[in-house]
């Protein structure tokens, strides 16, 4: 059975930091392209990072040159570093987990991320 646990969110300053963690088990973490979502009230959800399994890395615009995603398949491990965080990163970040040859992804409860002004 797959499940997925995100941890590391809190609340934190203007210009602060905060590293985010997904743990993946089920023995699909090593097979999977990993990604960050967000979602803040009232907006759509929102790609924030993405790793596949070689270790190629996209991101959305809003958080490049702030955020870096990184894997640990020892681990089965993804961590979201933030940086320089801004009160619109204010949101619940969610881990997913996208298993090749598979048909459908796999998603976390989401970490709450509080940023203030």
């Known amino acids: 059975q797959v499940q997925i646990v995100e941890s590391g969110g809190g609340l934190v300053q203007t210009g602060g930091s905060l590293r985010l963690s997904c743990v993946v088990s089920?023995?699909?973490?090593?097979?999977?392209?990993m990604d960050w979502y967000r979602q803040a009230p009232g907006k759509q959800r929102e790609l924030v990072a993405s790793?596949?399994?070689?270790?190629?890395?996209t991101y959305g615009d809003s958080v490049k040159g702030r955020f870096r995603i990184s894997r640990d398949n020892t681990k089965e491990t993804v961590y979201l570093q933030m940086n320089n965080l801004k009160p619109e990163d204010t949101a619940v970040y969610l881990c997913?987990?996208?298993?090749?040859?598979?048909?459908?992804?796999?998603w976390g409860k989401g970490t709450q991320v509080t940023v203030s002004s």
């Open positions: 089920g023995r699909i973490f090593s097979i999977s392209a």
């Open positions: 997913s987990a996208r298993p090749k040859f598979s048909a459908r992804d796999y």
């Open positions: 790793i596949n399994t070689g270790g190629t890395t």
